[in-house]
């Protein structure tokens, strides 16, 4: 039997009669965008992200790019990120008329340096306006925030969590949109809260930002023939955001299975010759991916796919050598630490109710491809 990479049938099996039933009472009652459930829906993932206010949006992408909008960053100005994480990242900044730029990243945590971003602020600050930082929260880990928000103060920038795989993650007891001025998710089916389509929220605790926010998704209006601004359409789906109350009531739960599930990985793959994750102390980890760092990755990616054990790489081309970013003139060697962990990260088969059995084979199966490797 394949195991693959990710598994989002198993916990559907737990929730399918609410979610069926929820899905029949909406479209019997012809309730298709917005209103109850979404309003409900925003309630509840402010509440459980401990803010003032959320923003249900379309998806992770839009949520990044209303949070952009609403701090008023566009043309002329620069936006600070890393460059491995998805494009979506990057693509939020440039789409509102702002550069991007890179700052590497943390060899352990696969996080933005505070040190590298300290040093490339003092390097530019006299030559670009630079207006914001996006930290990811990468594979379920939260950045270093208290280092980075101590810079962005210092600097007068703005933070944006991008915390699209990091939902009910903490870093010292408090969770994305604690620290930066929003925090945005996606709710892509894949991540730990996903919706059976695309979805997405801001959170913050700024009133005057989750208003323009609210209106920038819905055509810039919070009253319906009045538009205060230009927007967007960008808004949940009613059943999207019955799916995501009803996953929600389950989402700590989920996460700690997924923990657990990376324990018995770290503690099989212990001996082996790889890198596992490192957790930073008082930090909550939410394993949205499980990734580990191997020196022939490809060759064991390969074996792994001829004993149907399926795997990922996040991601294999560090956005700064993208062909879509050839403009910015940057070539290999400027990013060295995202440079030489795209050619080693490996991500493992990864869900809340992957059983130990499974974990145990592929690990033995990584066993015994990497002394094999070796001899
Ligand atoms: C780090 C990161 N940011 C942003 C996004 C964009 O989210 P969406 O696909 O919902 O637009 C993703 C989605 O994979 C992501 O992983």
Redesign the pocket.
């Known amino acids: 039997m394949a195991i693959p990479l990710m598994n989002l049938s198993d916990c559907y099996k737990e929730i399918y009669d609410e979610v069926m039933k929820k899905i029949k009472f909406l479209i019997d009652n012809t309730q298709f965008i917005g209103g109850e459930e979404v309003d409900k829906f925003e309630t509840e993932f402010a509440e459980y992200c401990n803010v003032k206010y959320a923003i249900a949006c379309g998806?992770?992408?839009?949520a990044?790019t209303f949070a952009l909008k609403a701090l008023d960053i566009g043309y002329g100005d620069t936006v600070i990120t890393v460059p491995n994480?998805?494009i979506?990242?990057s693509e939020a900044i440039t789409s509102v008329g702002a550069s991007v730029d890179f700052v590497d990243i943390d060899e352990e945590t696969y996080t933005m340096d505070p040190e590298k971003l300290k040093d490339y602020i003092k390097r530019n600050i006299h030559k670009k306006n630079i207006k914001a930082v996006i930290p990811?929260h990468?594979y379920g880990q939260m950045a270093d925030m208290e280092q980075i928000m101590g810079i962005a103060q210092e600097f007068d920038l703005k933070v944006i969590e991008?915390a699209?795989?990091a939902h009910g993650s903490k870093y010292k007891e408090k969770g994305p949109g604690a620290y930066g001025d929003v925090a945005t998710f996606?709710?892509?089916p894949g991540k730990n809260l996903g919706a059976f389509g695309?979805?997405?929220a801001i959170i913050t605790n700024d009133a005057v930002l989750a208003r323009k926010i609210k209106m920038l998704s819905n055509h810039g209006r919070i009253e319906k023939y009045i538009h205060e601004m230009e927007g967007f359409n960008s808004r949940l789906d009613s059943i999207q955001a019955a799916v995501l109350r009803i996953k929600l009531k389950h989402l700590d739960y989920w996460n700690d299975k997924r923990i657990e599930n990376a324990m018995y990985y770290n503690e099989l793959l212990g001996q082996c010759n790889l890198i596992t994750p490192k957790v930073v102390n008082d930090c909550k980890h939410v394993y949205h991916l499980y990734v580990v760092r191997i020196n022939d990755r490809d060759t064991v990616k390969e074996e792994l796919l001829k004993e149907n054990i399926y795997t990922g790489i996040h991601y294999p081309v560090p956005l700064h050598l993208q062909p879509a970013y050839k403009y910015l003139g940057y070539s290999e060697g400027d990013f060295p630490i995202s440079e030489k962990v795209s050619k080693e990260i490996i991500s493992l088969p990864m869900w809340p109710e992957l059983e130990k059995e499974t974990i145990k084979s592929i690990c033995d199966t990584i066993t015994r491809i990497i002394s094999k490797l070796k001899s």
């Open positions: 998806n992770g992408t839009d990044l994480t998805f979506a990242t990811v990468l991008d699209a795989q996606s709710f892509y695309d979805a997405g």
